[in-house]
């Protein structure tokens, strides 16, 4: 059975009859909205940034028995030549083989007028570039002795501001004073929260001749199970292997707890905007009963009037969600945050935005719902003697 529906511009016209009450409730669905972006753009920049830190023809070699904790794991200097030497289809440049000898760890990094911060370090030599093909040079140089180059997201790791690991400015871990001469990025993976020192250079500050990981590119037809047979016959030196990728991905398990903590958030951040919709809703519905009533009493079904409500609720919960994404995109999307694995930054995607607007658009209409029914649960004839 067809019912008459109210004009779409009666909507428009409701909502700004009453401009302060509109101004407020916009206000409040654009805050919570932007706090929905801002939790979905720090899973998507979690998830993106160790996603692209993997690479599918590289594989890590290091100490048994250590999992994911790479800053942990001590091998011999020595197993780098080994591996060179020993393992089949390991890719080669020019006579250089892609095998990238590192000692990776955390430790307490001191920048002038600043507490001490924990910040990660790694030491390398020059086949690193050639192992980490995301890494790319953007300011400076590859560091010398005394000298360390700085990922783009090394500062946000340390809590400090870009200008304090510009080039030239000095810092200082393992009681030596570390001179920056270059900024790197490596595409929005984890790499870019660490510092990189000359592996030598680090293993004489800390007085170290191991190693803590042996990262190799194998070619397309090299096989990761000689890598593994090779760990497996060397009982000696206590080692195992796995792939780049694998290895992320086993992190992305560990973090899995953060980022359904992190949907929790947003559920809670929704239900609280749906309560807040609720009670603006119910103000302006309680204040409208005669406006209502007398919509009925012309010839309006209520379902009409129920669909009016819920109309100027998701053209302003619209409207709102808009604002958010331009926020988002503008002020969200790119800023880097700190965390446990290093830093990252905030990714405002497709997804997100599809994911925040979404909720916006189910505030307006959800929060318009039940206002609207109680309303017009009123018998018409009181509504009409309301004041």
């Given amino acids: 059975m067809f019912f008459r529906l109210l004009p779409w511009e009666y909507a428009i016209r409701n909502l700004f009859r009453r401009p302060l009450r509109t101004l407020l409730t916009f ?75 590192e000692l990776y760890l955390g430790t307490q990094i001191k920048l002038d007028g600043r507490d001490e911060s924990m910040g990660l370090v790694r030491g390398v030599e020059r086949p690193a570039l050639l192992v980490r093909r995301q890494v790319q040079i953007e300011n400076g140089d590859w560091p010398k002795a005394g000298e360390v180059m700085v990922g783009r997201l090394a500062a946000a790791k340390l809590g400090a501001d870009d200008i304090e690991l510009a080039l030239g400015r000095t810092i200082r871990f393992e009681g030596r004073e570390w001179r920056v001469s270059g900024v790197f990025s490596a595409a929005g993976s984890a790499f870019e929260s660490e510092i990189w020192c000359q592996l030598d250079d680090l293993q004489q500050a800390m007085k170290r001749q191991d190693l803590s990981v042996v990262a190799v590119t194998l070619t397309p037809r090299g096989d990761l199970g000689d890598l593994d047979l090779f760990c497996k016959e060397r009982l000696d030196l206590e080692l195992q292997s796995t792939e780049e990728t694998a290895y992320y991905a086993s992190l992305q398990e560990d973090y899995g707890p953060v980022r359904g903590l992190a949907w929790l958030v947003v559920l809670l951040v929704s239900g609280a905007g749906v309560f807040a919709g609720l009670n603006t809703m119910y103000g302006s519905v309680v204040g409208r009963v005669q406006e209502l009533s007398t919509l009925q009493t012309i010839g309006f079904a209520r379902r009409s009037i129920v669909l009016s409500l819920i109309q100027e609720g998701v053209l302003l919960a619209a409207a709102a969600s808009l604002l958010a994404a331009f926020i988002a995109l503008v002020f969200v999307n790119g800023a880097a945050v700190r965390f446990t694995m290093g830093a990252f930054a905030l990714r405002v995607d497709s997804i997100a935005v599809l994911i925040g607007c979404g909720v916006g658009l189910a505030l307006g209409f959800f929060g318009a719902i039940p206002p609207a029914f109680r309303a017009l649960r009123m018998p018409i004839v009181d509504g009409l003697k309301a004041i």
């Fill in 27 to 101: 206000a409040g669905l654009t805050t919570v909205v932007v706090l929905v972006f801002v939790v979905v753009g720090f899973i998507r920049g979690l998830e993106r940034s160790l996603a692209l830190s993997g690479d599918a023809r590289t594989a890590l070699v290091f100490s048994l028995g250590m999992g994911q904790n790479l800053e942990y794991s001590s091998i011999p200097m020595r197993t780098s030549d080994l591996v060179a030497a020993s393992v089949p289809g390991i890719r080669t440049r020019f006579g250089q083989k892609y095998v990238s000898p």
